[in-house]
């Protein structure tokens, strides 16, 4: 059911960049605009970017989120502990009815 | 404080029904169009239906046509699901989102529910 594929995990040492990316199709990130949503264990999903690269307030500017053509993807700089989730992306999707879909999640781990 | 919670989850046989709440305080609810979306264990998200802010316009993901309907109550402030002919593969935890601009930036914690004789 996904349409969207991302990298089952990545990780990095405290202070690093990482990066997740995400692959979608031109119905629907190729023609729509993209959101990241993270999840700790056992939580709720939370919005972190919006309309591409837009951060919610509360959200800190380590995070980041860009697009090109039919992929996107988000950036964690100055990675922390508390940044261990997993991370999705989701896109408006034209072929399907204006369904929503969303990535396939990608597993942050701190090292 | 901008609040969704949900509600009505449980353990069901195959082939029954259950219907989930969500309620919705701290926001205008009738301005907003609401959504579900589900997380069977250990996978990912999937978008299960969506509604508009009146409640005139619905649209269900393939997977649960026919089976599920969306609905909702303004005067209430509450959105629901009404979930008929359930399967093993309808066991997830649920959670009611709210739509805003392109995003869903208000999740409720979700409720689970679990098919299974």
């Known amino acids: 059911q996904s349409v969207l594929t991302q990298p089952p995990s990545a990780s990095g040492t405290p202070g690093q960049r990482v990066t997740i990316s995400c692959s979608g199709s031109?119905?629907?990130?190729?023609?729509?605009?993209v959101n990241w949503y993270q999840q700790l264990p056992g939580t709720a999903p939370k919005l972190l970017i919006y309309?591409?690269?837009q951060r919610p307030s509360g959200v800190p500017d380590r995070f980041s989120g860009s697009k090109s053509g039919t992929s996107a993807s988000l950036a964690i700089s100055g990675l922390q502990s508390e940044d261990e989730a997993d991370y999705y992306c989701?896109?408006?999707?034209?072929?399907?009815?204006?369904?929503?879909?969303f990535g396939t999640g990608t597993k942050v781990t701190v090292l | 404080e901008v609040q969704l919670v949900e509600s009505g989850g449980g353990l069901v046989q195959p082939g029954g029904s259950l219907r989930l709440s969500c309620a919705a305080s701290?926001?205008?609810?009738?301005?907003?169009?609401m959504h579900w979306v589900r997380q069977a264990p250990g996978k990912g998200l999937v978008w299960v239906s969506r509604i508009n802010s009146d409640g005139s316009s619905t649209n269900n993901a393939d997977s649960v046509k026919g089976r599920f309907t969306i609905s909702r109550d303004n005067a209430k402030n509450t959105l629901y699901l009404q979930m008929n002919s359930l399967r093993a593969e309808d066991t997830a935890v649920y959670y009611c989102?709210?739509?805003?601009?392109?995003?869903?930036?208000?999740w409720g914690q979700g409720t689970m529910v679990t098919v299974s004789s």
């Open positions: 309309s591409n690269n």
């Open positions: 701290g926001f205008t609810f009738s301005s907003y169009w």
């Open positions: 989102a709210r739509k805003a601009d392109d995003a869903f930036d208000i």
């Open positions: 031109s119905s629907n990130i190729g023609s729509n605009t």
């Open positions: 989701a896109a408006w999707d034209d072929s399907l009815n204006g369904q929503r879909v």
